[in-house]
């Protein structure tokens, strides 16, 4: 019953730490990634859809992308949902493929970045203590259930702790590695 509870516990924690990771890929740093038009959905054919299913993103070199859809007839409504979006980025339509300039973020925009990022690491942080305050909540009750001992209880909380400094620092790493390539010019 404990090695369940410190297994959901963990894998809740790696959830945190998936999502950080998803959170920071959608921080844009200069460079063309495919993952910045990954929250854009396109009227296709009356039905929304990501851009990724309905035309191959390609990065032919690090400041650009191009959408080159399967279906060509849908080349206006992907660029009129490019052009919607908060990207900030204004779509080259040649009428075959769609080139978007990623250009390289200026030092003050950086350094936004760089607090933009912070706040995401804060924020998995966040959820990797609620996740131990529920797990810790929950020892408490089968203590209280006359489930397990106190002695239990205070060792489970003891290991809990330790996963949870362990995802914290790993998001520190996460959060420093991001830091590092956002400030690379």
């Known amino acids: 019953m404990m090695d369940t509870l410190m297994q959901e516990t963990k894998a809740q924690m790696e959830k945190c730490l998936d999502a950080l990771a998803n959170n920071f890929l959608k921080v844009r740093t200069g460079r063309a990634n495919a993952n910045n038009l990954a929250d854009i959905t396109v009227d296709y054919y009356g039905v929304p859809t990501p851009i990724t299913q309905v035309a191959a993103v390609k990065t032919p070199e690090a400041h650009m992308l191009i959408v080159e859809p399967w279906d060509k007839s849908s080349l206006g409504a992907i660029e009129k949902a490019i052009q919607t979006s908060d990207l900030g980025i204004t779509p080259n339509n040649d009428g075959n493929v769609i080139r978007l300039p990623f250009p390289a973020p200026t030092e003050e925009r950086r350094k936004e970045l760089v607090k933009e990022c912070a706040q995401i690491a804060e924020d998995a942080r966040i959820s990797v203590r609620n996740t131990r305050r529920d797990t810790n909540n929950k020892l408490e009750r089968m203590a209280k259930d006359n489930e397990i001992s106190e002695d239990d209880v205070h060792r489970s909380k003891e290991r809990v ?14 959060l420093n590695h991001k830091e590092a390539e956002v400030m690379e010019i």
């Open 161 to 174: 702790q330790k996963l949870t400094d362990e995802f914290i620092e790993k998001i520190d790493e996460a």
